[in-house]
């Protein structure tokens, strides 16, 4: 079965510092691969998503995240953190076969930023 | 502007009685999604329509109904069979529903069962 694992729940780091956000999947396929950020009491934005070709993605907000399939991974990162970061962030993998969309969601990584 | 349009924003509800969610779109997608958010579990597929006058249950359809009547509005009816509805809802659409479509969220709805 699909599924998605982001193993931090909680994570701090300090304003201007480097940041690593862990997601790993499982999937049979090709997987689609996308990372949302959530606001307090928000929808989700979309960050970047991955389908095909180059490993290296880049999103807005200059987040990037890369695939590797040998580690089944998509780590969504940032070289420098701003305080308007703060917010949780989900991985999710496009299921679902024949014409189904369906995204699995892992269970997001809230972000603080300490000043 | 294009988007997604959830309301209300917040509703209340009492043990026992049915509620509809609203959800419309301008985007002129095929495919829209009903997910529930509760803290801690990420989010979780209720329904999801393809076409107008189809729709699958998703991962937690029981207690929740949808209807897809015109290709804009996708509404979400809370029955009082749902055990625990209180959590976020979020309403999503996409361009079709083929795998890979990216697929763009509402702001949400707030319910709470009293």
């Known amino acids: 079965a699909q599924s998605v694992t982001q193993p931090d729940i909680h994570i701090t780091v300090s304003e201007g510092a480097s940041l690593e956000l862990r997601c790993n999947y499982s999937?049979?396929?090709?997987?689609?691969l996308f990372w949302y950020v959530q606001s307090p009491g928000q929808g989700l934005q979309l960050l970047l998503k991955?389908?095909?070709?180059?490993?290296l993605v880049q999103g807005i907000k200059g987040f990037e995240a890369e695939f590797k399939r040998s580690q089944s991974s998509f780590n969504l990162r940032k070289p420098s953190v701003h305080w308007s970061d703060a917010a949780e962030y989900f991985c999710?993998?496009?299921?679902?076969?024949?014409?189904?969309?369906?995204?699995?969601f892992g269970t997001g990584t809230l972000l603080a930023v300490q000043p | 502007d294009g988007g997604i349009t959830q309301s209300p924003k917040y509703l209340f509800r009492k043990e026992g009685q049915n509620v509809t969610l609203s959800c419309e779109q301008n985007?002129?997608?095929?495919?829209m999604y009903w997910y529930r958010q509760d803290p801690g579990q990420g989010l979780r597929l209720i329904y999801y329509?393809?076409?107008?006058?189809?729709?699958q249950k998703g991962d937690i359809a029981e207690g929740y109904s949808v209807s897809r009547e015109k290709k804009e509005s996708f509404p979400l009816t809370v029955t009082s069979a749902q055990k625990n509805p209180t959590a976020f809802y979020l309403c999503?659409?996409?361009?079709?529903?083929?795998?890979?479509?990216?697929?763009?969220f509402g702001e949400g709805s707030w319910l709470t069962v009293v």
């Open positions: 999503a659409s996409s361009m079709f529903g083929s795998s890979g479509n990216t697929i763009y």
């Open positions: 999937y049979g396929a090709t997987p689609y």
């Open positions: 991955y389908f095909s070709g180059d490993t």
């Open positions: 999710a993998v496009g299921a679902g076969g024949g014409a189904t969309n369906k995204l699995i």
């Open positions: 985007l002129n997608h095929d495919a």
């Open positions: 329509s393809q076409i107008v006058n189809d729709f």
